[in-house]
């Protein structure tokens, strides 16, 4: 099946009793039994409900999966995948990564002896010299956040295989339009489906694809023991947007690269972060294993102070300045005060983010529109 057809009715079929094309939201707390334990599927909505079963199907068919689980949130679905450790335990993480998944990691992992190291990853090699028999999850993310730096996957997944340790692979920015990382040896899947996945910026969630059926139903033990799953209504609305995935990601990718380029030719921009550039260091890798580079872009001026940023942040009409990606608007984002903020300021220069960088989330208007925003706003 084509990605467009698939995405169109991933996870869903006409509701037997009506007839419905579109999934029902079943808004309910639970379910009336015939009997003492005896049911048709379903006790609970914490644990099932039919709204979000069809969610989790198209999470699962988009992503070339077995099994998807719908969260609360992408921190909470983050969430699930550590609880999978034991004190002790040591993860492999991405130096470079989004913010809300190193405040997990340190602020509130840390303190129950999980033990996590971070490293460059765009060397898969760099991965080697921190595995240990204590070793139990590399977590990546690609493209990375805010840097756009690519991983490459099936490297990584190969260093994780030979020494019997879990992959999971952050999908937002790629979704699985662009890249499908279980093709390519992870073991599990990661998306903040608040961003391109729901792609309207009105719903809150995250979801996990796997393909192991034990590591599957630890997964939604966890779910269903933690309670972080989405409500009805929020799957609802993001089987509607899943429908659209594809139209939408074709459009922010033509509409990002054109900004990319105009960034890249204007007097007063310095580096522009984008993995479509032929120079970018890991480009033939973002060419084999994504169909396309995304609509996410991230830059510096040639002016590199922190005011000259702000002054740009601050002055855009279309784009707006606010946190999150994904929807069909444009968002322009300052990721030192923003959405990495909790990673402290000497491991954020460290790794390349600087007070000053820019970063873009290109929606779905009118390219010229876009840019002639940005001419006005850069001066």
Request: net charge negative.
């Amino acid at each position: 099946m084509k990605l467009a057809t698939k995405f169109i009715h991933a996870g869903v079929e006409p509701d037997p009793s009506t007839g419905a094309i579109m999934t029902p939201i079943y808004q309910t707390s639970t379910y009336v039994q015939e009997a003492p334990g005896k049911n048709k599927g379903y006790e609970y909505a914490r644990s099932q409900n039919p709204t979000r079963f069809a969610l989790e199907r198209a999470f699962a068919e988009i992503e070339n999966g077995k099994y998807g689980l719908a969260f609360s949130s992408g921190v909470a679905a983050t969430d699930a995948v550590i609880k999978l450790l034991q004190p002790g335990d040591e993860v492999i993480a991405a130096s470079d990564m989004y913010g809300g998944t190193y405040r997990l990691f340190s602020k509130i992992f840390e303190k129950f002896g999980i033990v996590f190291h971070y490293v460059n990853m765009q060397d898969a090699n760099n991965i080697l010299a921190l595995v240990t028999a204590k070793t139990k999850l590399i977590w990546t993310e690609t493209p990375t956040n805010p840097l756009m730096n690519i991983v490459d996957i099936a490297a990584v997944a190969a260093i994780s295989k030979a020494h019997n340790i879990l992959l999971c692979v952050d999908n937002t920015f790629a979704t699985p339009y662009l890249q499908n990382p279980l093709d390519l040896g992870a073991n599990i899947v990661m998306h903040s489906v608040t961003k391109y996945l729901g792609g309207h910026s009105d719903v809150i969630q995250g979801c996990l694809v796997i393909n192991d059926k034990a590591l599957r139903d630890e997964l939604y033990f966890i779910q269903k023991s933690c309670g972080a799953v989405p409500g009805p209504q929020d799957c609802f609305l993001v089987l509607r947007g899943i429908k659209t995935l594809h139209v939408r990601m074709d459009r922010h990718c033509e509409n990002g690269e054109k900004i990319a380029y105009f960034l890249r030719n204007h007097p007063k921009v310095g580096k522009v972060y984008w993995p479509g550039f032929e120079d970018h260091p890991n480009y033939d890798i973002a060419k084999k294993q994504m169909r396309g580079f995304g609509g996410m872009i991230s830059f510096e001026l040639k002016n590199e102070s922190t005011e000259a940023a702000m002054k740009v942040l601050s002055g855009t009409k279309i784009f707006a300045l606010a946190e999150s990606l994904g929807g069909v608007e444009s968002l322009i984002n300052h990721p030192a005060s923003m959405t990495h903020a909790s990673i402290p300021r000497e491991e954020r220069i460290k790794n390349g983010l600087s007070d000053s960088l820019i970063r873009l989330s290109v929606g779905i208007e009118d390219a010229e529109d876009l840019i002639e925003d940005l001419m006005q706003a850069i001066g």
